[in-house]
């Protein structure tokens, strides 16, 4: 099957009738689609479809090139985080990095993180009641923790980049994950250990 781009999954999944995010079969339509798709996040990053924010809001989904202030001590980081915003830290937040899972781990995370959202309409105002207490409260969501991290916003090395909630599922199957230091496999093997 030849690659597609980040656009033609959209369009080929509303014209089958799979809105995103709206049930599990689309979600796993999607989740399926966005594997064969070959993107870079740099490309991401500059792409003319980007929603460009120079600031999170908690419980939405964002993409941004990130370059750590302890990368020297640091095991493994990953350059494009995807995530979810959780709350507020001094100079910068916390959040849910979902680079840090492998892939079915993320998908079994966010079949439970849309129990959060706000709404089922997965339109632009649509986001996740999420915090680290509930997080760390439900069992449910024990994978969350090899993808909590704290980032500091003088760190950001680009604008964030919103992902929409209706395109959840595409984000977070693209191959945007950049991990230095280490392979994913490597990444991936340590988080599995974790939860």
């Given at each position: 099957?030849?690659?597609?781009?980040?656009?033609?999954?959209?369009?080929?999944?509303?014209?089958?009738?799979?809105?995103?995010?709206?049930?599990?079969?689309?979600?796993?339509?999607?989740?399926?689609?966005?594997?064969?798709?070959?993107?870079?996040?740099?490309?991401?990053?500059?792409?003319?479809?980007?929603?460009?924010?120079n600031?999170?809001?908690?419980?939405k989904?964002?993409?941004?090139?990130?370059?750590?202030?302890?990368?020297?001590?640091?095991?493994?980081?990953?350059?494009?985080?995807l995530?979810?915003?959780?709350?507020?830290?001094?100079?910068?937040?916390?959040?849910?990095?979902?680079?840090?899972?492998?892939?079915?781990?993320?998908?079994?995370?966010?079949?439970?993180?849309?129990?959060?959202s706000?709404?089922?309409?997965?339109?632009?105002?649509?986001?996740?009641?999420?915090?680290?207490?509930?997080?760390?409260?439900?069992?449910?969501?024990?994978?969350?923790?090899?993808?909590?991290?704290?980032?500091?916003?003088?760190?950001?090395?680009?604008?964030?980049?919103?992902?929409s909630?209706?395109?959840?599922?595409?984000?977070?199957?693209?191959?945007?994950?950049?991990?230095?230091?280490?392979?994913?496999?490597?990444?991936?093997?340590?988080?599995?250990?974790?939860?």
């Amino acid at each position: 099957m030849a690659s597609k781009t980040f656009d033609e999954i959209l369009a080929q999944g509303v014209r089958s009738g799979q809105l995103p995010a709206r049930t599990q079969t689309s979600r796993d339509w999607f989740r399926n689609a966005a594997r064969t798709t070959r993107v870079t996040p740099e490309a991401v990053v500059r792409g003319e479809r980007a929603k460009y924010k120079n600031r999170t809001i908690l419980g939405k989904m964002y993409l941004f090139n990130y370059d750590p202030k302890t990368k020297d001590t640091l095991p493994y980081y990953d350059r494009y985080p995807l995530i979810f915003p959780v709350e507020r830290a001094p100079g910068g937040f916390y959040g849910i990095n979902m680079h840090y899972l492998p892939l079915t781990l993320r998908a079994k995370l966010m079949d439970k993180l849309y129990e959060l959202s706000t709404d089922r309409r997965y339109d632009e105002k649509t986001k996740l009641k999420i915090g680290y207490q509930i997080l760390k409260a439900a069992s449910r969501f024990a994978p969350f923790k090899p993808t909590f991290k704290r980032y500091l916003s003088n760190h950001v090395r680009s604008r964030f980049i919103e992902i929409s909630s209706s395109e959840w599922d595409i984000a977070l199957f693209l191959p945007l994950e950049r991990f230095a230091k280490a392979s994913k496999t490597k990444v991936w093997a340590d988080s599995r250990r974790m939860i």
